[in-house]
């Protein structure tokens, strides 16, 4: 195998589209982003999609060649190519990978999956879960997304949608979800999850709390781990009991595939500490006993801007190494 293949590597978002040529290592060449303008009809994008990477590709010092191209996009079903129903975008149900291979010849490998299981690929080929075979990965962003592995190999499951460890039931009864039911685990232990959890906290005690002063819309994770940080009891408090919701779930999930490690990324999980601590403590603690003690929960092995990328990418890369 040569060095100069790469593999365009693409996160589609709910704002922005960003991309990259990646190469077996990890590397990551003329990374750049554009609009995706949800409002608009998909073929748009996937139209300037293909312009801008054209403009990169030859940008690109070196001489390359494009073996095949990976694509991270929510509510994307590996199976079909498709994005079905994003809540960010107004697409309905797209199929992508059509839209794409209009621009591209027939030998180029064209995948999509959802970013959960990209960033769980991601990990894998150059990140914290190199050289594991079972393992999960949890993304903690505006929601909670999983990526199982077992055995080496993405679980998908019969339909294509499989690892929505984020819609288990965490407390019955509780807090309404997105997605229609209620005490759903992302609505707990999420960015959107905590800011939820300040605002309860905040009503029921009566410690002075910058918390108090800062607006809902305003409120991000970023924002409570700081404060909690600064030794704020209300933001503190919060990443105690998001961690310990988070961690009888990770102790549940546990039982399911027996991982070798969790891995917990995206914005939530940069609080570091103050996020890990409490969740290890909560797993260990409900583990059943034949696991206990077994396993690792882990932040993300990746460069932190590219992880979308990379981990798209190697939604390819996983697949030509494993076949080589
Ligand atoms: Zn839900």
Partial sequence: MS?????????????????????????????????????????????RLH?????????LDEEFQLVGIGIGAPNANFYKGTVENPPNLKWGVVNIVDLLRKFYDEEIPIKLTNDANAAALGEMQFGAAQGMKDFIVITLGTGLGSGIVVN???????????????????????????????????????????????????????????????????????????????????????????????????????????????????GLAQAGDLLFKPTKEAMDANTLNIFKGKVKLLPSGLKNGNIAILGAAALIWHEILISE
């Fill in 3 to 47: 060095k100069s293949w790469v593999v365009l590597g693409v996160d589609i978002g709910g704002t922005t589209t960003k991309f990259g040529f990646v190469d077996m290592y990890g590397k990551c060449y003329n990374e750049t982003s554009l609009p995706t303008r949800a409002d608009e009809p998909a073929e748009f994008l996937v139209e």
């Fill in 152 to 266: 080496g190999e993405m679980v998908y499951g019969h339909d294509g949608f499989a690892g929505e460890i984020g819609h288990t039931v965490a407390i019955r009864n509780g807090r309404a979800c997105g997605c229609g039911r209620k005490g759903c685990l992302e609505t707990y232990a999420s960015a959107s999850g905590i800011r939820r959890t300040v605002m309860e906290l905040l009503a029921e005690k009566t410690e002075p709390s910058e918390m108090r002063s800062i607006s809902f819309s305003e409120m991000n994770g970023k924002v409570i781990a700081d404060a909690a940080k600064k030794g704020d009891p209300i933001a503190w408090e919060a990443f105690q009991k998001t961690g310990k919701t988070l961690g009888l779930a990770l102790s549940d999930a546990i039982n399911y595939t027996s991982p070798e490690a969790i891995i917990m990324i995206g």
């Fill in 51 to 59: 312009q801008a990477a054209e403009s990169q590709w030859d940008a």
